[in-house]
């Protein structure tokens, strides 16, 4: 384990839609050294990874050959990548994580997988605001996925704020990631997901076995982002002011408004581009304020969720949790925020 004067030495495996944003994150942070990344990959994908200088792995042996084939110099196989690393985080696609855990703990390395994994495969959930004090120190944790990250956030900002009894939400999911659209994805429909609860709220309930909440998905056919309605029941009447002022108090949610000509996802996802976001990420859940109404005690809003990134900066605190290197959420979330730029003030 690297000192706490050194830089923790963390390790990529699976360089996906997640992974490659984790990466680019990992490197622009001044407590973390990104000592190399493993995929199977063998095309265009890992192409960006080795501009960017970032060491490659095979993560199987067998793929080591034909990845050195496909033109990409290999720096060995996934086991002398973990040699290496003070922790890995596990982006690979869902159940695949599950599978790599029993190697990671043979290392001895820290581990985080990501929201594909079941809770049980790390025993502990993470968001930032809500659970970051349960991984100090942990062998691992599982960072949960892109909605139930948002549920929690949300939820965690009225709960903190004294407001929060129940929580019910719809959310309307995204069918396919942009990059993987033209081999799927749904058409001139909407599917309901099988289930009510469906599994988000459960899933929150991992991370803060206190929430009262419940969910209902619909799929989507669009690919920019998640949106999702709430109806929340207060624990006692309060004001419209109050609500937005809980929402302000989360460094990770952001406020925008309807009256901006932030109308919709896509005038967001183009904000995110104008301000020269990494691959137009936006980290923040994006909740529009004039839209937040409260009758009695009850409150109701709509929020934006962008899939591909509001998971990237937990990945960097639950790194800095695991480790031990820094002690409160507070301080890491501080540190995160100014290494990916996210700031309340750019809304305004
Ligand atoms: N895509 C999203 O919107 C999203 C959001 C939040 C969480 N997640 C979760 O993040 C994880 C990764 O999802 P993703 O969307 O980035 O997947 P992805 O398919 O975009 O990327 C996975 C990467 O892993 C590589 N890979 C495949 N098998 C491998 C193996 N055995 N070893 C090493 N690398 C391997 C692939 O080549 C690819 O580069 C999943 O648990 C997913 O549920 C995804």
Redesign the pocket.
């Known amino acids: 384990m690297a000192g706490q004067s050194s830089k923790v030495r963390v390790a990529l495996?699976?360089?996906?839609?997640?992974?490659k944003r984790v990466a680019d994150a990992v490197a622009c942070q001044d407590d973390m050294e990104l000592v190399g990344i493993?995929?199977?990959?063998t095309d265009w994908?890992l192409r960006t990874a080795a501009q960017r200088g970032f060491k490659l792995f095979a993560?199987?042996e067998s793929s080591v050959e034909a990845m050195r084939r496909a033109g990409f110099e290999i720096a060995g196989a996934l086991d002398t990548l973990l040699g290496r690393a003070d922790i890995v985080v596990d982006?690979?696609?869902?159940r695949?994580?599950a599978k790599n855990t029993e190697l990671y703990r043979n290392h001895g390395v820290k581990f985080i997988v990501?929201?594909?994994?079941k809770h049980e495969v790390a025993g502990h959930s993470f968001v930032a605001e809500a659970s970051y004090a349960g991984a100090v120190g942990r062998q691992s944790t599982r960072v949960v996925?892109?909605n139930t990250t948002s549920v929690v956030r949300t939820l965690t900002a009225l709960k903190d704020a004294g407001l929060l009894r129940r929580a019910r939400g719809t959310l309307m999911r995204r069918a396919t990631?942009p990059w993987e659209s033209h081999k799927g994805g749904i058409m001139n429909t909407l599917v309901p997901e099988g289930e009510i609860p469906s599994h988000q709220g459960p899933d929150a309930q991992t991370v803060d076995p206190e929430l009262d909440v419940v969910t209902m998905a619909v799929m989507v056919p669009e690919t920019l982002a998640h949106l999702h309605c709430w109806a929340v029941q207060l624990a006692r009447a309060a004001k419209k002011e109050e609500v937005i002022e809980a929402f302000r108090s989360s460094s990770r949610i952001a406020l925008i408004r309807m009256s901006d000509g932030l109308t919709a996802i896509n005038t967001v996802k183009e904000l995110m581009a104008d301000m020269g976001r990494p691959r137009d990420n936006l980290y923040e859940v994006a909740l529009w304020e004039d839209l937040v109404t409260v009758q009695g005690d009850e409150a109701f809003y709509a929020y934006m969720v962008d899939?591909?990134a509001i998971?990237i900066p937990e990945t960097i605190d639950a790194i800095r949790a695991l480790t031990g290197r820094e002690k409160t959420a507070k301080a890491s979330i501080a540190k995160t925020n100014a290494a990916l730029g996210i700031s309340p003030l750019l809304f305004r």
Do not use: L
């Not at 493993?38 to 990959?41: C, E, G, H, K, V």
């Open positions: 495996n699976g360089y996906g839609v997640i992974g493993a995929d199977i990959a994908r993560a199987q982006c690979t696609p869902k695949i994580g990501q929201g594909g994994e996925s892109c990631d899939n591909q998971v």
